[in-house]
């Protein structure tokens, strides 16, 4: 274990023992406890269970272990805002008007698992990033949507042991900034860092990567550190613990995209009384949007209708691996505006995208747009925006300063951060990084052909405007954001100087 890890998880247990032992039989109570432990921009497949070879992630390891382990999982938008709505309310974000929209409210019309649990007599509260980016008043909330804002350990010690709780265990791990070369020092191995097929195999490039998995491995530490509080209060078997992340990585083609590097995520859960058969692992194509359904029947409580997502927890109450629900089989998302960084408007970059086992088909609503944002800041909407749908950091950088150093490196630059035709189709047994766009392929017309109607099929079935005749707004809504900007060519210069 790192040395940074290391000492994380003996600081957090110790004043994890001043929490009084509860016997859970004691309480008087039967439903589960929650304690849903969600990252910021950590991405599939970037945990040991999931077979990478540097990452150390003990805490989710052991709830795959112990639990069940969700092999396609994928959010409903890659963008923390809608992402985090998505998963509050159990629907689709495109149902969620302005929370669609980083920094958009999300409307106390719609219902969420945290306000039906504590009108059900669960204790509700949050640990540092949870819901948002956004202003919860301008949505009609008087309090935060995830109830108060407190550590595990005071919420723990604080708690009525009478009821139930329901707690959101969030962090801004692994989001930007990084402080450069911290995976190193912490003793990872760089030249094993994997690194996807529209990146160049660069130190530069693998480090910036480690770096990520640095604060992936200290969000690990703070969720080992939260076990410990549970079983030293007598709870973890009657909790049941998700342990996910909002989105994929915040680099380049990942956070932001509808490619597996940026929608599919890290999934396990356990359920000591629910899971009569730990240990699993579970092919099944599910959403965030049915973790909510999944809370409240576990809870007892009725799932409202507006929910698009589905329960899992037959899936958990299983004894079977694999594909346990045949129509299960594929699942869908998209994004509409992350941020404000287009040339000469503030629209977003709308697209919808199909995923099963074969294939991965996107939809791109506007291809004249830049799916990262304008390459040209000094004509930017937002003023000095540059690239502003990929946060900035060295893998960015080094793709922009070498990008015409090379045929393969043009390539790769286009492959980030050029434009983008109104279909993408790939096949995923041969490109799994998903780089080799077949849309036009004439081999693959019948699939594509078929796959786009599934995928408009199932978007008028869950009320997409942008399949429906109700009205787009996704543009016109308000963004109070900031974005990435240019550093300057100075700063690029002493970027050059130090590779």
């Not at 929490?19 to 921009?41: E, H, M, Q, Y």
């Not at 009525?160 to 070369?181: A, E, I, N, Q």
């Not at 859960?269 to 899971?275: A, E």
Request: proline residues 7%; glycine residues 8%.
């Amino acid at each position: 274990m790192r040395l940074a890890c290391l000492k994380s998880i003996i600081a957090i247990a110790l004043i994890a023992g001043s929490v009084a032992i509860t016997n859970a039989a004691d309480s008087n109570r039967d439903r589960p406890n929650i304690l849903f432990c969600f990252a910021d921009d950590w991405g599939w497949p970037h945990a040991g269970v999931y077979g990478d070879p540097v990452v150390k992630t003990p805490a989710f390891d052991r709830l795959a272990k112990e639990g069940v382990l969700f092999d396609h999982a994928f959010i409903s938008s890659p963008s923390c805002t809608p992402s985090r709505n998505a998963v509050l309310t159990g629907q689709q974000f495109f149902r969620l008007g302005t929370g669609a929209n980083l920094y958009g409210a999300l409307d106390v019309k719609h219902p969420t698992f945290v306000k039906l649990l504590e009108e059900a007599g669960y204790q509700t509260g949050h640990w540092r990033k949870a819901w948002g980016p956004g202003k919860f008043a301008e949505g009609g909330y008087k309090s935060h949507p995830c109830g108060q804002q407190q550590s595990f350990v005071q919420f723990m010690n604080d708690r009525d042991s009478s009821k139930p709780f329901c707690f959101w265990f969030g962090t801004s791990d692994p989001h930007r900034g990084y402080k450069k070369g911290t995976g190193r020092q912490s003793g990872m191995d760089i030249d094993k860092v994997p690194v996807p097929d529209f990146y160049p195999d660069v130190e530069e490039v693998r480090s910036d990567i480690a770096d990520y998995y640095f604060e992936v491995e200290r969000w690990n530490s703070d969720v080992m550190a939260a076990l410990k509080l549970l079983e030293n209060a007598g709870e973890l078997e009657n909790t049941i613990i998700a342990m996910s992340g909002d989105h994929g990585m915040p680099f380049p083609r990942c956070k932001g995209n509808l490619y597996d590097w940026g929608s599919r995520v890290p999934l396990a859960m356990r359920w000591g009384k629910g899971v009569p058969k730990p240990g699993r692992t579970v092919t099944d194509f599910v959403s965030t949007t049915d973790l909510a359904p999944t809370f409240l029947e576990a809870a007892g409580i009725d799932v409202p209708k507006a929910m698009s997502g589905r329960s899992l927890v037959s899936i958990l109450k299983s004894e079977k691996d694999g594909r346990l629900e045949a129509d299960r089989k594929a699942v869908v998302y998209g994004r509409e505006r992350h941020t404000d960084c287009q040339e000469d408007s503030d629209d977003g970059f709308p697209s919808r995208a199909l995923r099963t086992d074969d294939y991965l088909y996107i939809r791109n609503y506007a291809p004249d747009r830049w799916p990262a944002g304008t390459p040209n800041y000094a004509t930017a909407y937002k003023k000095n925006a540059w690239l502003g749908d990929c946060d900035n950091g060295p893998t960015k950088s080094y793709l922009w300063i070498n990008r015409d150093s090379s045929s393969t490196m043009q390539r790769l630059y286009e492959l980030n951060f050029g434009k983008r035709p109104a279909e993408e189709l790939y096949v995923l047994s041969e490109d799994p990084d998903q780089v080799k766009n077949l849309a036009n392929d004439p081999a693959y017309a019948t699939i594509k052909s078929k796959l786009a109607d599934q995928l408009t099929g199932v978007l008028i079935q869950l009320n997409d405007p942008r399949e429906t005749n109700a009205a787009i707004e996704f543009d016109d809504y308000p963004y109070s954001g900031g974005v990435p900007t240019y550093p300057g060519d100075k700063a690029f210069e002493l970027y050059r100087d130090d590779r």
